[in-house]
């Protein structure tokens, strides 16, 4: 009898632990996006299965299966601005065919500017240099004289604009001259540099690194390293750096065996945070607030016009308001992406009870004696005209500019719009097409720069002013309205984002199995 009574006592318990652990897992399940950058093994699994295929020359201009003379005014159009493009960049295009075998970053944006289907066939055609030579107020020159504004913001470190921060570099270079390239030991610089980011902070401590990447590396092994827990959390679409466990999904190889991608700005997630034991940190980037839950916008994903974006202040604020109070509720770090500075007890790589449980890190190039003496600079003049004047009705202004911007196109029927984060862009399409993409190129055309993605992200520095900004606006409209005229916008009434989305899974299916019947794609080619 009494086995019986354990045997069911045991059976019980097991059963309980299924069960919570069970309901666990759905609540897991249910704050994850219901996309594949929600579900990480199911997005690796999908970018497996996803074939290589091209256009051929015919399809390239007929992808959304236009008739013949609208594909041949695109392909007159195409060959037009290829040649353009080309003709004024002689020296660039030289340079980078050069290099672009040799550098494997170079030979990774160069295919993927585009769709893959198209992006042969335009690499062919259309030479896109990346060689630059100069800047001077908010305009980049190449290396062939050719004056850009320039929208690429230099991944958002170009805040106030290249002459501020060339200027920084080079009083701060002179400041360090003497001492040069030391590394391990610190330049008296850094002294100030410290103190004035602890101000800023409002923390205790900080930690120099070289990129951003590094930064979230160190600040994640810190969370486990004094929370004894494994996980961490990212938000769908956030980009935290390039390295595995913050970057699962679609593309990466890696398998983040502890991270959790939850949805962004959702109750669901605060419910998985307050019920689970094993998170230890939990990382936002606040720049994802402009495109909730979907991935770093790129011209590459442009198969359709289903890009949106949209910044909500006061919903995001009070997003983070319940993010913070569940993390301090339930002892999660909660890590916002940039400068590393931290609570003392959270930086602190050892422990005073056990001298050999440490977590090391010393980057070789950390408190680089240049970069302190240029950090130096920015952070003496940060608090100085003109940089304040910068700021003043900051969103005010940059809003006003996107609305002028947007009833520009409106009046002119244009399938154009634009979403912005103050200085942050995106553009977005307002009908259905396959060809969103090319806009890249009329923009470069008409002198605009932007980085490697394309319409995805433009990033405004500071110092644009009404004038600047105002000739900008001009090129962007005349750009779409050249784009407009030569047919790339011609669409079928029918046509939906959701035709066009089941159009190319077709062309999937097909390169998978050839035989299905309709195959109207090019065989894969060696790449």
């Given at each position: 009898?009494?086995?019986?009574?354990?045997?069911?006592?045991?059976?019980?318990?097991?059963?309980?632990?299924?069960?919570?652990?069970?309901?666990?897992?759905?609540?897991?399940?249910?704050?994850?996006?219901?996309?594949?950058?929600?579900?990480?093994?199911?997005?690796?699994?999908?970018?497996?299965?996803?074939?290589?295929?091209?256009?051929?020359?015919?399809?390239?201009?007929?992808?959304?299966?236009?008739?013949?003379?609208?594909?041949?005014?695109?392909?007159?159009?195409?060959?037009?601005?290829?040649?353009?493009?080309?003709?004024?960049?002689?020296?660039?295009?030289?340079?980078?065919?050069?290099?672009?075998?040799?550098?494997?970053?170079?030979?990774?944006?160069?295919?993927?500017?585009?769709?893959?289907?198209?992006s042969r066939f335009v690499r062919e055609h259309m030479k896109i240099g990346a060689f630059?030579?100069?800047?001077?107020?908010?305009?980049?020159?190449?290396?062939?004289?050719?004056?850009?504004?320039?929208?690429?913001?230099?991944?958002?470190?170009?805040?106030?604009?290249?002459?501020?921060?060339?200027?920084?570099?080079?009083?701060?270079?002179?400041?360090?001259?003497?001492?040069?390239?030391?590394?391990?030991?610190?330049?008296?610089?850094?002294?100030?540099?410290?103190?004035?980011?602890?101000?800023?902070?409002?923390?205790?401590?900080?930690?120099?690194?070289?990129?951003?990447?590094?930064?979230?590396?160190?600040?994640?092994?810190?969370?486990?390293?004094?929370?004894?827990?494994?996980?961490?959390?990212?938000?769908?679409?956030?980009?935290?750096?390039?390295?595995?466990?913050?970057?699962?999904?679609?593309?990466?190889?890696?398998?983040?065996?502890?991270?959790?991608?939850?949805?962004?700005?959702?109750?669901?997630?605060?419910?998985?945070?307050?019920?689970?034991?094993?998170?230890?940190?939990?990382?936002?980037?606040?720049?994802?607030?402009?495109?909730?839950?979907?991935?770093?916008?790129?011209?590459?994903?442009?198969?359709?016009?289903?890009?949106?974006?949209?910044?909500?202040?006061?919903?995001?604020?009070?997003?983070?308001?319940?993010?913070?109070?569940?993390?301090?509720?339930?002892?999660?770090?909660?890590?916002?992406?940039?400068?590393?500075?931290?609570?003392?007890?959270?930086?602190?790589?050892?422990?005073?009870?056990?001298?050999?449980?440490?977590?090391?890190?010393?980057?070789?190039?950390?408190?680089?004696?240049?970069?302190?003496?240029?950090?130096?600079?920015?952070?003496?003049?940060?608090?100085?005209?003109?940089?304040?004047?910068?700021?003043?009705?900051?969103?005010?202004?940059?809003?006003?500019?996107?609305?002028?911007?947007?009833?520009?196109?409106?009046?002119?029927?244009?399938?154009?719009?634009?979403?912005?984060?103050?200085?942050?862009?995106?553009?977005?399409?307002?009908?259905?097409?396959?060809?969103?993409?090319?806009?890249q190129y009329y923009l470069r055309e008409a002198g605009v720069a932007l980085s490697w993605?394309?319409?995805?992200?433009?990033?405004?520095?500071?110092?644009?002013?009404?004038?600047?900004?105002?000739?900008?606006?001009?090129?962007?409209?005349?750009?779409?309205?050249?784009?407009?005229?030569?047919?790339?916008?011609?669409?079928?009434?029918?046509?939906?984002?959701?035709?066009?989305?089941?159009?190319?899974?077709?062309?999937?299916?097909?390169?998978?199995?050839?035989?299905?019947?309709?195959?109207?794609?090019?065989?894969?080619?060696?790449?």
């Amino acid at each position: 009898m009494a086995d019986h009574i354990i045997l069911y006592v045991l059976g019980a318990c097991a059963l309980v632990f299924l069960l919570r652990k069970a309901w666990a897992r759905l609540q897991l399940s249910r704050a994850k996006h219901r996309s594949l950058a929600g579900h990480a093994r199911m997005a690796r699994c999908f970018a497996g299965l996803v074939p290589y295929y091209e256009y051929g020359e015919d399809r390239v201009f007929r992808a959304d299966d236009a008739p013949g003379e609208i594909a041949a005014a695109r392909r007159a159009a195409f060959m037009r601005l290829a040649s353009t493009l080309s003709g004024r960049s002689p020296k660039n295009a030289a340079l980078t065919a050069s290099v672009i075998d040799a550098i494997s970053d170079l030979k990774f944006t160069s295919r993927y500017r585009i769709p893959f289907q198209f992006s042969r066939f335009v690499r062919e055609h259309m030479k896109i240099g990346a060689f630059m030579e100069s800047t001077s107020g908010v305009t980049l020159t190449d290396v062939d004289g050719n004056r850009f504004y320039d929208l690429t913001g230099s991944y958002g470190v170009n805040v106030f604009g290249y002459d501020f921060y060339k200027e920084c570099i080079a009083r701060g270079s002179e400041r360090v001259r003497d001492l040069g390239p030391v590394l391990g030991g610190y330049h008296s610089v850094l002294e100030y540099n410290v103190r004035r980011l602890l101000e800023i902070s409002g923390t205790d401590e900080i930690s120099f690194h070289m990129s951003g990447t590094e930064a979230v590396m160190q600040a994640v092994r810190l969370a486990r390293y004094h929370t004894r827990r494994s996980h961490l959390v990212r938000f769908c679409g956030a980009y935290h750096g390039w390295w595995g466990d913050v970057q699962p999904g679609v593309g990466n190889p890696l398998a983040a065996r502890e991270t959790y991608t939850l949805e962004d700005m959702d109750e669901a997630s605060l419910k998985v945070l307050r019920s689970r034991r094993d998170i230890a940190c939990v990382l936002v980037n606040p720049l994802q607030a402009l495109h909730p839950n979907a991935g770093a916008p790129g011209d590459s994903a442009l198969i359709d016009s289903g890009r949106s974006a949209h910044f909500d202040r006061a919903g995001y604020r009070a997003w983070l308001e319940k993010l913070r109070a569940v993390c301090s509720e339930r002892g999660i770090v909660l890590i916002f992406d940039g400068v590393l500075c931290g609570r003392a007890e959270f930086m602190r790589r050892f422990r005073d009870d056990r001298p050999a449980d440490i977590c090391f890190a010393r980057g070789t190039f950390n408190s680089h004696p240049y970069v302190m003496g240029a950090m130096r600079e920015f952070l003496e003049r940060l608090d100085g005209e003109p940089l304040r004047s910068l700021y003043r009705d900051l969103d005010a202004v940059w809003n006003e500019r996107a609305r002028n911007l947007n009833e520009r196109l409106g009046v002119e029927d244009l399938p154009v719009r634009v979403a912005n984060l103050s200085t942050i862009w995106t553009i977005c399409y307002t009908q259905p097409s396959r060809y969103n993409w090319m806009f890249q190129y009329y923009l470069r055309e008409a002198g605009v720069a932007l980085s490697w993605v394309g319409t995805g992200r433009l990033i405004f520095s500071l110092n644009y002013t009404a004038a600047d900004f105002a000739e900008v606006a001009d090129r962007i409209v005349a750009a779409a309205r050249v784009m407009k005229k030569d047919q790339w916008w011609w669409a079928e009434p029918t046509t939906t984002n959701k035709s066009l989305r089941r159009g190319v899974l077709k062309e999937m299916l097909q390169a998978r199995s050839p035989w299905l019947s309709g195959s109207s794609i090019s065989s894969p080619r060696s790449r």
